[in-house]
């Protein structure tokens, strides 16, 4: 059995495909704000600024009754409508050797766009499960984010 794989869902979203690349590329400090689950509770910068590719970024998060931080280095795909987040440092590493959540956003017509979300990991043992927690908690930040775009 391998110890490398990726995991990802994809769902309808009801607000524009670039209203969510936007929100991760130019106001990720936001998220936390627009947290209905209280998944993201917090995310600063660590090097760099809020919207440049390369930038260092530590997040804070809540999932199935744990908190953790995920320090990661963001890759941004302007055409692609693609936030890759390339894990450096944080509680997932106990269990993965790599890390690296993807979210991209894509226009499907006027109204409402696809949302994909996958990570690709290594898992450090075959014990280790393949991380479906942290594919709800990416789902669960962007239907987060489709229900405060919807308000606004």
Do not use: C
């Not at 919207?51 to 890759?75: P, Q």
Request: glycine share 6%; net charge negative; hydrophobic share 35%.
């Amino acid at each position: 059995m391998s110890l490398q794989g990726k995991v990802e869902a994809e769902f309808e979203i009801t607000a524009p495909a670039d209203k969510f690349y936007n929100i991760f590329k130019i106001e990720a400090h936001l998220v936390p704000n627009t947290s209905q689950t209280g998944s993201i509770t917090g995310v600063q910068v660590h090097e760099g600024d809020w919207e440049t590719d390369g930038s260092i970024k530590i997040w804070n998060y809540a999932i199935e009754g744990e908190v953790g931080t995920f320090k990661e280095r963001v890759e941004l795909d302007e055409v692609n409508k693609t936030i890759t987040l390339n894990g450096l440092e944080g509680d997932v590493f106990q269990y993965y050797k790599s890390f690296k959540p993807i979210y991209q956003f894509t226009q499907k017509d006027e109204g409402s766009s696809i949302a994909k979300v996958s990570i690709e990991y290594e898992k450090l043992s075959e014990e280790v499960a393949a991380p479906d927690k942290y594919i709800r908690l990416m789902t669960n930040i962007v239907k987060d984010l489709d229900a405060h775009f919807v308000k606004a």
